[in-house]
């Protein structure tokens, strides 16, 4: 048995889940997976459509599959919904034993539903279900984003007994209508019966994204002041998601209630944690937002800076909400419009994903063209 890393297995022992934001055919047939479980303190794999076309669009793994699929004359969305539903199930059964080791908590794998109906809420419910019954995996988290209308899909889609994973969330404002939509989705859920203790969720909470627009409108302002300000955002942000977290499933009455018929906490997730800009330390966004029962879902390069010079000091979190505050104050004060900032987030968040969908179908669509010919 391979010795797992010391500065990640410190990273576990301080109650962070180590997920890996990457998936891939490759990854999955060379073993890749399994060694990062075997050697990184990897407990957890989130995808999302960028990850797809990037493994899509690299190699030809998924050539025969696409082929095969062609001659049965499948379409391009029943296409990509199967090699990529394929890739998450086979992720699920590498993982399944962290998933039986953590009764449920770890061990998870996330799919995306398709971004293109991030602002549809009825197609969003029935295309979770669906992708829960293809890959028909229990230790599956459907994703659905946090936007005004993903937030009644939320609730339904656990009220259904189905594991959600929110993703794409920017504020704390929006984080608690988060974690309200999952308490009412568990109270829906007890009442019709589902076992409470089988049904999971994270909320991802996106961080260096916040630190680029922001640190762009400080360069914009240009005061000393402002340019100080840089880089402090992301982190400050995630720590008063926590707070907020705390308040909610610690001190909470609706919780206490749920959590007396087996619910779980929802987990704040850490997503978008590598370093965009390279004047910063490349393991800030996991080393300053460690904390007891949350995930830090990172992309491999960000996992080997860690693994090899991360200094984790134990929780960097707890306890930081009046200076993270003080932080949004200072922000404000120098003309930062937070709210325009998070919208801007947002909806760039979902452009994105979808930009890459679009871009994973057209190349799908040619593939199958050229089968076709």
């Not at 909320?203 to 005061?223: H, N, P, Q």
Request: charged residues 25%.
């Amino acid at each position: 048995m391979a010795d797992q890393n010391p500065n990640l297995a410190a990273l576990s022992a301080a109650g962070v889940s180590v997920w890996l934001d990457d998936l891939s055919r490759d990854r999955l047939r060379s073993g890749n997976l399994q060694e990062l479980i075997d050697t990184k303190s990897v407990v957890g794999v989130t995808t999302n459509p960028s990850i797809f076309q990037k493994a899509l669009a690299e190699g030809h793994d998924y050539d025969a599959q696409v082929a095969e699929l062609a001659e049965r004359g499948a379409d391009v969305d029943a296409t990509v919904r199967t090699v990529t539903t394929d890739d998450v199930r086979n992720a699920c059964d590498v993982l399944a034993r962290e998933w039986e080791a953590s009764r449920g908590v770890d061990g998870r794998v996330s799919i995306e539903v398709d971004p293109r109906l991030a602002h549809e809420t009825d197609k969003t419910i029935q295309q979770a279900v669906e992708l829960w019954k293809i890959v028909d995996r229990p230790n599956l988290l459907i994703k659905i984003p946090a936007t005004k209308a993903g937030l009644p899909a939320i609730t339904t889609v656990l009220a259904e007994g189905i594991s959600v994973n929110v993703t794409l969330i920017f504020s704390v404002e929006r984080h608690r209508e988060v974690m309200d939509a999952y308490l009412a989705g568990m109270e829906k859920a007890h009442e019709a019966g589902h076992d409470l203790a089988k049904i999971h969720s994270v909320a991802s909470f996106f961080v260096s994204r916040v630190d680029t627009e922001i640190d762009k409108r400080l360069e914009k302002i240009g005061s000393e002041q402002a340019r100080l300000l840089r880089g402090q955002a992301g982190v400050a942000n995630a720590r008063l998601a926590y707070a907020a977290y705390q308040d909610v499933f610690d001190n909470g009455d609706r919780y206490r209630a749920l959590k007396a018929a087996g619910a779980r906490v929802q987990r704040p997730l850490w997503a978008s944690t590598g370093v965009k800009n390279p004047d910063y330390s490349d393991t800030l966004y996991v080393t300053e937002l460690v904390a007891p029962n949350t995930v830090n879902t990172m992309p491999e390069k960000t996992m080997d800076a860690v693994a090899d010079h991360g200094v984790v000091r134990g929780d960097t979190v707890s306890g930081t909400a009046s200076d993270a505050n003080e932080v949004f104050a200072s922000l404000q004060q120098v003309g930062i419009d937070l709210p325009d900032v998070f919208t801007v987030l947002e909806n760039e968040g979902v452009q994105k994903f979808e930009a890459s969908w679009n871009e994973l179908l057209t190349e799908i669509q040619a593939q199958l063209d050229t089968v076709a010919k």
